[in-house]
């Protein structure tokens, strides 16, 4: 598993301490998150905005659990490759050719578009 830890040069504060993407999932337990999967279609999937319940490691220990809503949840391959953030995750999953981008605290749609953005406010991810 890739894990990158990109910091600011700012004085006054570090972008994201060292921890693993579960570490960083646990803390937005009963938080309100944006979530959307990026696949190599020309239309990108529609912005769901979760409550996080709880994060686990599946039994066999292959994927993240970030479960919302009762039971219902999402599976990140561990073997994906995390970029890490404050607010943010990318996980990128190589194999499926699919991104997934999970945001605490803010929508992650734009008002026109519902597309996502990153931390410079590029759509191009």
């Known amino acids: 598993m890739g894990i990158d830890f990109p910091f600011t040069h700012k004085k006054t504060s570090v972008v994201v301490a ?15 998150i944006s979530v959307q999967l990026l696949t190599g279609e020309s239309t990108p999937s529609p912005v769901v905005n979760i409550i996080v319940n709880d994060v686990a490691y599946c039994p066999d220990g292959t994927h993240i659990r970030v479960y919302f809503a009762d039971k219902n ?3 990140i391959p ?34 026109n578009t519902n597309t996502v953005h990153n931390r410079q406010g590029d759509a191009n991810l």
Request: hydrophobic share 40%; with cysteine.
């Open 73 to 75: 949840f999402i599976g």
């Open 18 to 32: 060292m921890h693993s993407p579960l570490s960083i999932l646990n803390a937005w337990k009963h938080k309100k």
């Open 78 to 111: 561990v073997s994906a490759k995390f970029t890490c953030y404050n607010h943010m995750i990318q996980a990128k999953d190589i194999d499926a050719e699919i991104m997934y981008l999970l945001k605490q605290g803010v929508d992650l749609r734009d008002e």
